[in-house]
């Protein structure tokens, strides 16, 4: 099959992870047979510093053109002074707007082998493995009227919804709660929030196009902590924009680093691909960055865009091959690394491909 993908790697560790990501792409690609081109742009920092705004006309154009979309991270320090819509954030949600992805899947998978590397004790996170659906274009992130006035030194954001809006994503996470164990649950604040209320009535309204999927609802307080004290009780979790941006960070404690958690963007014109993880101006440079979160999003780039299910289904079994070999980045030899490798980027980027190949050649 052919498949054209638009590669903007962004700030920091993005181009690191994304490099990775696309050789292991390059290699699966190339042992089943398919035809994948690559494409480049800028987006973020490299974007304001290049060419004075944080999407490119140029860029966005490629985005659509393209079948797939495959994101690093965007964000430096230096733009930390720059208004919302200035900074290289702003980039990244012009592009999830244009490209009109709502539902944003972001699984969280505890690798056994990583379960010394979490904080977590093993038998709390053994097994867990956890889908989560966050909404990403709407909620505080986009509402109107948003402001910060400097006379009267009041700042403001509207978290807004409309039932389309919620009915959209809701579709989304019950279907896929039906192709596993159709189990849902969705996160809000309706003991405080209106908005949240108009969720959880909309999800209440859509349940009933699903009744083989039992639903529960939680106030996100709560579900923060549940999702430490208990995460295998939970499958499809369903959250608004900034619950979801937030509850998935902590969900990374389970898998033992925030470098592991892919990401898919789909419901739009051209599926948008993301590691969960951000531009990391700590390790920036130094080939400290984990680049599994990114492989993996590679994966699904292969099964939601492409249907290539076998060859996503290696990278995935890759990744835990090379783990289960003993190799990790830093972040991922945390206490005693006795009988670990501890690789850099690329040579764990490579570590993959390998066994990639070999995977798929013996499939
Ligand atoms: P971050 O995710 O960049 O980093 C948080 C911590 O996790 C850091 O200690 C970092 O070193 C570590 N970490 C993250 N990814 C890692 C990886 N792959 N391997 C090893 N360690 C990893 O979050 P932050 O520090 O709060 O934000 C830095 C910048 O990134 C900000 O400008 C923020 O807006 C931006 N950001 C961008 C995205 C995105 O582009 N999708 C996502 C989140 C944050
Ligand atoms: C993420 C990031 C982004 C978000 C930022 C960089 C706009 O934190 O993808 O999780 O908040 O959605
Ligand atoms: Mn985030």
Redesign the pocket.
């Known amino acids: 099959m052919k498949l054209k993908i638009l590669v903007v790697a962004?700030?920091?560790?993005?181009p690191e992870?994304t490099r990775e990501a696309v050789a292991v792409l390059k290699e699966a690609a190339a042992t089943g047979g398919h035809e994948f081109t690559f494409s480049e742009r800028r987006i973020?920092g490299v974007a304001i510093v290049k060419d004075g705004t944080p999407l490119p006309a140029d860029t966005l154009g490629e985005a659509l053109a393209s079948d797939a979309v495959l994101?690093?991270?965007?964000?430096?320090?230096e733009?930390?002074s720059l208004p919302p819509d200035k900074?290289?954030?702003a980039g990244?949600l012009g592009l999830r707007t244009a490209l009109g992805g709502f539902a944003n899947l972001r699984p969280a998978f505890a690798f056994k082998e990583l379960a010394v590397n979490s904080p977590l004790r093993p038998e709390v996170i053994d097994g867990a493995d956890i889908l989560f659906v966050r909404e990403l274009l709407g909620g505080l992130y986009f509402g109107k009227p948003r402001e910060w006035n400097r006379t009267t030194n009041e700042a403001l954001n509207t978290m807004r919804y409309t039932r389309d809006e919620v009915a959209r994503v809701a579709r989304v996470a019950f279907k896929l709660a039906r192709q596993r164990s159709n189990k849902l649950t969705s996160v809000d604040k309706a003991n405080v929030l209106e908005v949240s209320q108009l969720w959880r009535a909309t999800v209440n309204e859509v349940a009933a196009e699903f009744p083989d999927v039992a639903l529960d609802h939680q106030y996100v307080d709560a579900m923060s902590m549940h999702i430490m004290n208990q995460p295998r009780n939970y499958d499809v979790v369903l959250t608004e924009n900034l619950f979801g941006d937030i509850l998935t960070?902590e969900a990374s404690v389970i898998t033992g680093?925030?470098?592991m958690l892919p990401s898919a963007t789909i419901g739009g014109k051209v599926n948008l691909y993301?590691?969960?993880?951000?531009?990391?101006?700590?390790?920036a440079g130094k080939g400290?960055?984990?680049?599994?979160?990114?492989i993996l999003t590679g994966a699904l780039i292969l099964r939601h865009s492409a249907g290539l299910a076998v060859e996503a289904a290696a990278i995935e079994k890759g990744v835990r091959k090379v783990l289960e070999s003993g190799f990790r980045?830093?972040?991922l030899a945390r206490g005693n690394t006795e009988g670990l490798t501890v690789l850099s980027t690329t040579e764990m980027g490579a570590q993959v491909r390998d066994t990639v190949k070999t995977l798929l050649v013996n499939a």
Do not use: M
């Open positions: 962004g700030d920091g560790i993005g992870v973020g994101l690093g991270a965007v964000g430096g320090n733009f930390n900074r290289p954030e990244l960070d680093s925030l470098g993301e590691p969960v993880h951000g531009s990391a101006p700590d390790i400290l960055a984990n680049p599994l979160g990114a980045t830093p972040d």
